[in-house]
């Protein structure tokens, strides 16, 4: 059974190394991290108030019932077509955590489908599960790698997976990772990414800074520049949340 939160687009990748590009987005439920640190509120249907990340609606089961369920790949295939435009656009997984579905044939069966069929697939990930790449289809998804560091309020063990890192950088055609930095978190960061990044491959890094409005945006980016260009990283802005707050379906 596949659980998708919802499927939207055409509209532009906000983030990331394909920022800009025109992709459907499908949005799978669940997720293994609640990252309360970073401090979106929200209220569930039936009114109590939480904080959690911006994609909360895909990561809180008391969401669930909004959800729609899928059985085959198929039918999710047919469901995305109403989405495509005339054109050929990026198709973009993401969540919640959609490599909890990994394991799943149907889910692999869409990605397979989409690849064969030469669109650019990319998958929006924590990276902290074990995953196995032994499909060569596997291997020509981007993985954009958002790993979680100390202000998510996540624990380290669980939210870096060196393992799985490292499998991916090694055995993937393309690959990136994100981290998500305030104004106020800059020197921890720096100390946590450099921890995390002796530890593997060399692969390309992106700072993003942390904001579910464009005034908090604002209010982070400039520093976040700045430590990118410190370090010889790259900035990622996030152009969805610029233009449409953290507005859902665009």
Request: net charge neutral; charged share 25%.
């Amino acid at each position: 059974m596949l659980e998708v939160n919802e499927i939207f687009g055409p509209t532009i990748q906000g983030e990331g190394k394909r920022v800009g590009t025109s992709s459907v987005f499908i949005r799978f439920g669940k997720c293994n991290f609640r990252c309360e640190g970073f401090a979106v509120e929200y209220e569930t249907p039936s009114g109590i108030k939480k904080c959690a990340c911006d994609s909360y609606y895909a990561v809180d089961l008391a969401f669930k019932d909004q959800w729609h369920t899928f059985s085959t790949s198929k039918e999710l295939i047919e469901e995305v077509n109403n989405f495509l435009p005339s054109y050929k656009c990026d198709i973009v997984i993401t969540g919640g955590e959609p490599l909890l579905y990994w394991k799943n044939e149907e889910f692999q069966k869409t990605l397979e489908y989409y690849i064969s069929n030469n669109y650019h697939v990319t998958i929006e990930t924590n990276a902290s599960l074990n995953i196995d790449i032994t499909k060569d289809y596997q291997k020509k998804i981007l993985f954009s790698m958002s790993v979680k560091l100390s202000n998510s309020l996540e624990p380290l063990k669980k939210r870096v997976n060196i393992k799985t890192l490292s499998n991916i950088i090694n055995k993937c055609e393309d690959k990136y990772l994100k981290f998500v930095v305030n104004k106020d978190f800059l020197s921890q960061a720096n100390s946590e990414i450099e921890e995390i990044l002796k530890q593997l491959p060399k692969v390309e890094v992106y700072l993003m800074p942390m904001g579910d409005n464009a005034q908090q945006m604002n209010e982070n980016s400039e520093s976040v520049i700045n430590l990118a260009l410190e370090k010889g990283f790259k900035y990622c802005d996030r152009l969805h949340i610029r233009v449409w707050d953290n507005k859902r379906g665009v």
